[in-house]
């Protein structure tokens, strides 16, 4: 038979916990009594862990008499089983009545993924065997025995193991009765024997091991006998040591030590250093799984995801009604534009919102987002502030001007996209008197219901930091820029880049979408036609104002056909 630490971990719990039992060499479990213990005690290198009754019990806030019930013992070691994938052997107290009990206890077990158990020759409810001991009334012998083949037979994974601990030494039987009553266990099937003592000297543990002989492998709870050097026991051919009960002890006298220094300092100044990190228990916890299971099962409309609204202009042409306030905090219809920009991102499930204000930005309300500010906003541009909002791109990203207005599906089709960049050009929109000549976008193919379902892709964006080109574009970029996936890094790469250049304070959005296409990135296009509103004026505060109310619910006071035909 391999020795237990060729055992791969692969291979089953009840494996390696028989194989551990049948070794040649010492082996030890370690107490752990809910799951972050259980983790607690892999991460420390132990092969297995103990089960202990009386730490579970405790961890409860109950005495070890069976007072918590067996199901909720067993509740708790599926928490250990699942926070930690080595074997677990429960103490599992008389086995919690009969034969009969125990015959169940052995099969639910099982199903919840637990090596073995251990079983007392005590009477149900038993007491731990530190208290009272000679009043601990044992079993009676064969009685005993019929529990142990009872749950022999019931196991139905043969590696399954049930050990037989001998109590007779614990409640004054002597040595002869504990040897007899071993050998009887160990013929009716037990894997191994546990023999207790409570003295503070191993004297009645050497005696017995040496009078067993290696029958069969031997545990023992060195509890009480803890100045024992280990290698005794070594020489003594114990198979198995359990450290009973002093993660439980340790977590205790810290929790004391804590709860006392808070309650007088009425301060956590003194502690925080001295305890564990917040981190430290997400990592024990394995949130990092979790975050990374997110991203492969979540559906993309609710993963994360974060906006950067770029606010930082008075306005030009709004100068009028922006004296003391920037222009998303004009109020279309009685709300604020950046209020109905806020409530459009939370509709689609966005929640993570960075406003990069510039002009008046201490008029900007900073509910429900995160203000960044763009200290230079009056010499920059853009890009300038969109670099103000960097650090937004943990998520999934929309980049969007501050001042739109918009129907609804053109968020959720555009946060829907696959493709890493992805822009709304609006097909009715095209150069004329009076109109703005940057942000018109040339794309692959013109806006045709025909395309439906056919990807396109923007080629270039007018930009006041490009030669002008007004040659027929498909239409005008709406300000709103999807990045998702890997597209995060290289829109921030390609916006460092930019930083270098002498011109970068006078940098636009459009400038960044035509060194993103240069850079050989695709950008997708998804055309609307219309329903949609821009601020850059006067007039088209008006207009905005007429779009909004179209867009409010029935029953308000909102006309319904204000923004039909954009
Ligand atoms: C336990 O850990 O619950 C035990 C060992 O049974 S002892 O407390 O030493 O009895
Ligand atoms: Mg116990």
Avoid at 409 to 430: H, K, N, P
């Amino acid at each position: 038979m391999n020795a237990p630490h060729q055992i791969p971990v692969g291979f089953s719990r009840t494996l390696r916990l028989r194989e551990m039992l049948q070794s040649n060499q010492l082996e030890f479990l370690m107490e752990a009594h809910n799951g972050l213990s259980a983790r607690i005690v892999k991460e420390a290198g132990f092969k297995a862990i103990w089960g202990s009754g009386l730490t579970i019990s405790a961890q409860f806030g109950v005495r070890d008499n069976n007072e918590a019930s067996w199901t909720q013992v067993v509740d708790m070691l599926e928490f250990m089983a699942d926070a930690s994938d080595l074997p677990i052997l429960l103490d599992g107290d008389t086995g919690y009545g009969n034969f009969n009990n125990v015959r169940r206890l052995v099969k639910k077990l099982e199903q919840r993924g637990i090596a073995g158990v251990c079983i007392e020759d005590k009477q149900f409810p038993k007491t731990n065997s530190f208290l009272n001991g000679e009043r601990q009334p044992l079993a009676e012998m064969d009685e005993f025995c019929g529990k142990i083949k009872a749950g022999k037979d019931s196991q139905s994974d043969p590696n399954f193991s049930i050990v037989a601990r001998v109590e007779a030494l614990i409640a004054g039987w002597g040595m002869e009765e504990a040897l007899k009553r071993a050998e009887a266990y160990r013929q009716a099937g037990a894997d191994a024997i546990l023999i207790h003592s409570k003295l503070s000297k191993p004297d009645e543990i050497l005696t017995f091991a040496r009078e067993w002989a290696g029958r069969g492998p031997l545990v023992i709870v060195p509890t009480k006998y803890y100045s024992t050097p280990t290698d005794v026991f070594r020489q003594a051919g114990i198979s198995t040591v359990i450290w009973a009960n002093h993660l439980l002890r340790g977590a205790a006298s810290t929790m004391q030590a804590i709860a006392k220094e808070i309650h007088s300092s009425e301060t956590l100044v003194n502690v925080e250093d001295r305890v564990a990190s917040v981190n430290e228990i997400f990592r024990l916890q394995d949130a990092e799984e979790y975050s990374a299971a997110e991203s492969v099962y979540l559906s993309s409309a609710s993963a994360s995801r974060n906006a950067v609204v770029l606010a930082a202009s008075r306005g030009a042409g709004l100068e009028a009604v922006t004296a003391d306030k920037p222009k998303v905090m004009l109020p279309i219809a009685g709300k604020p534009l950046l209020r109905r920009l806020v409530e459009a991102f939370k509709k689609e499930g966005i929640n993570d919102i960075t406003v990069v204000g510039g002009y008046r930005a201490d008029a900007i309300d900073t509910s429900g987002i995160r203000l960044v500010v763009n200290e230079k906003h009056e010499h920059t541009g853009e890009l300038a502030s969109l670099a103000c909002a960097a650090k937004s791109f943990t998520a999934d990203t929309v980049i969007s001007y501050g001042d739109l207005l918009f129907r609804s599906y053109i968020l959720r089709d555009l946060v829907e996209s696959d493709s890493d960049f992805c822009v709304v050009v609006d097909s009715s929109q095209t150069p004329g008197p009076g109109v703005a000549s940057t942000d018109f976008a040339y794309c692959s193919t013109a806006d045709d219901r025909a395309l439906f379902g056919q990807k396109v892709w923007l080629e270039s964006v007018t930009s006041s930091a490009g030669p002008a080109n007004l040659n027929s574009p498909q239409g005008r970029w709406m300000g709103l820029l999807n990045v998702r996936g890997a597209g995060r890094k290289r829109l921030v790469a390609t916006l460092g880049q930019l930083q270098q250049r002498d011109d970068f304070a006078k940098l636009d959005m459009a400038a960044l979408l035509n060194a993103l296409i240069e850079a050989g990135e695709r950008i997708e296009v998804q055309y609307v036609h219309g329903h949609w509103r821009g601020v850059n004026d006067l007039d088209e505060l008006r207009r905005a104002g007429d779009f909004a109310h179209g867009q409010a619910p029935y029953g308000s006071n909102g006309s319904a056909s204000a923004e039909a035909g954009a």
